[in-house]
């Protein structure tokens, strides 16, 4: 059972910076998963920001933060990283880290079968 530990979040102004971390544990194969991230908006529902491919580190965005967000692995630490730069208000909203991607799709939530308890990124105007 993997475990998923995200940190980075907090308070930052409109335009700035912040970088997510995800660091899983519990694994007992070398396999190198596909890593996603999604963030959910207090009385929103969840939706796909970024994720990155196990097999060739493809990397995939949601239209709303293509070109401002970064998403990045090191597979020594068993760590994904979220680059999050030009940040506005609406990216306000709690960050979870997924992994175990079961299907069919990579923006569906109900694809990913594990998860972190999320980090909190608010975003002040």
């Known amino acids: 059972q993997v475990q998923l530990v995200e940190s980075g979040g907090g308070l930052v102004q409109s335009g700035g910076s912040l970088r997510l971390s995800c660091a899983a544990s519990g694994r007992t194969s070398s396999t190198i998963y596909t890593m996603g991230w999604f963030r959910q908006a207090s009385g929103k529902e969840r939706e796909f920001v970024a994720a990155?491919?196990?097999?060739?580190?493809?990397?995939y965005y949601a239209d709303s933060v293509k070109g401002r967000f970064t998403n990045s692995r090191d597979n020594v630490k068993n760590t994904v990283y979220l680059q999050m730069n030009s940040l506005k208000p609406e990216d306000t909203a709690v960050y979870y880290c997924?992994?175990?991607?079961?299907?069919?799709?990579?923006?569906?939530?109900?694809?990913?079968?594990?998860w972190g308890q999320g980090t909190l990124v608010t975003v002040s105007s």
């Open positions: 990155i491919s196990g097999s060739d580190d493809t990397t």
């Open positions: 997924a992994s175990d991607f079961v299907g069919p799709r990579i923006p569906y939530s109900r694809s990913w079968k594990a």
